[in-house]
């Protein structure tokens, strides 16, 4: 919702794992690290939304990165990505189901370290 609102791109869960198959993607979640640690979208990296710069996205400013948060009222998964923008990454979306609507969809998780 916030993601349309900021003039961002969105991806759905689906849409989201079949990149993740692919290998043609970065996905970054911005939820608390408790949050990623219990449980988080296979292969995400997690960074803190307000204070991450391009030495922590992929050198190339054309890939594809999605960015998450915890559901679609939450707002830091389109200021991460917006910000991603700012920093000339022209492919920052957002996946603005968050993690409960990624887990809601029965898609697989992963935990821990």
Known sequence: MFALIMGLGNISPTALHDLIRKK???VIDVNSRHSWLKARVPGAIN???TSYDANDL???????IVFYCSNP????APNAARRAKKL???NAIVMSAGISGWVSKN???ESGE
């Not at 009222?73 to 830091?76: A, M, S």
Request: hydrophobic letters at 20%; proline letters at 13%.
């Open 107 to 109: 898609m697989p998780t």
């Open 58 to 64: 992929p050198a190339n400013k054309e890939s594809r």
């Open 73 to 76: 009222l939450c707002r830091k």
């Open 88 to 90: 000339g990454y022209s």
């Open 47 to 49: 960074l803190d939304p």
């Open 24 to 26: 043609s993607v970065t």
